[in-house]
């Protein structure tokens, strides 16, 4: 009986295994597809417009200063995309293979807030901080400041809100949890589950059109994750989204 038992366990363990395994494989099969659809986009349109400066030698200025700000911009948008496909993939090899060092992440937000705040007025938010002044965490530095940037510059590029509201509301020893939330038009109900999704976007158009490479809020998950916490996506009362975390270390 004793080894019939200790069978069921280990056939019931191994198909719990390859379960898994198929999961992992299949996620990487979608993110490969992806991958394909998201590179090809932007060497397309650039490929569109070295041919026509090419082919047209006789162009004006003007035009030939539109097709290169508009390959300029496509190469910014494939240097984002390949620089959070780098994040995503040390981010599943796990915090094992990734530095951590004594940070404060105050001081991370604070830096952030600073940088938004030398942008023109359309291409930023007022961002309105509720948090002591010392936040100490062992942590990733760069992961850290991923994972407030990303929200922040998701709010700003996509809420239409003019504020943005960073708050601890609970916290013990190099243990926190933070709300990040803006005032703008917030998100439809059944989009909230999938925010987290890579490539998942609201509106794929205007993402696009934004730089948008859609791996910002997977990346931000992972962070989180990886710094012993977890994140939740909500309507903000009174209109906006509502971002809250915890981080650990």
């Not at 600073?114 to 010392?134: A, Q, T, V, Y």
């Not at 976007?201 to 993402?207: L, P």
């Amino acid at each position: 009986m004793g080894i019939i038992i200790c069978l069921a366990i280990y056939y019931t363990k191994q198909r719990t295994l390859q379960k898994e395994e198929n999961e992992r494989q299949k996620l990487k099969r979608q993110l490969t597809n992806n991958l394909n659809h998201e590179l090809k986009t932007p060497v397309a349109s650039m490929l569109v417009c070295i041919e026509t400066l090419l082919n047209n030698p006789n162009l004006s200025e003007q035009k030939k200063h539109d097709l290169l700000t508009h390959s300029y911009a496509h190469c910014q948008r494939l240097t984002q995309l390949l620089n959070d496909i780098s994040t995503i993939t040390r981010l599943d090899s796990g915090f094992e293979n990734i530095e951590k060092a004594d940070i404060n992440i105050y001081h991370i937000i604070a830096d952030i807030k600073e940088e938004i705040g030398f942008r023109p007025p359309e291409k930023r938010m007022n961002i309105h901080l509720d948090l002591p002044k010392s936040l100490p965490l062992k942590g990733n530095y760069s992961l850290i400041d991923s994972v407030f940037r990303n929200l922040i510059e998701n709010a700003i590029a996509y809420s239409g809100g003019k504020n943005i509201y960073i708050s601890l509301t609970w916290y013990a020893t190099r243990s926190y949890t933070f709300v990040v939330e803006d005032d703008g038009c917030g998100v439809a109900p059944e989009h909230l589950p999938h925010l987290f999704d890579r490539f998942y976007r609201v509106d794929k158009g205007r993402s696009r059109k934004m730089g948008g490479t859609g791996l910002g809020l997977s990346i931000v998950k992972h962070a989180v994750q990886l710094h012993g916490g977890n994140i939740v996506a909500e309507p903000r009362m009174g209109g906006g989204l509502r971002f809250k975390f915890s981080l650990k270390g």
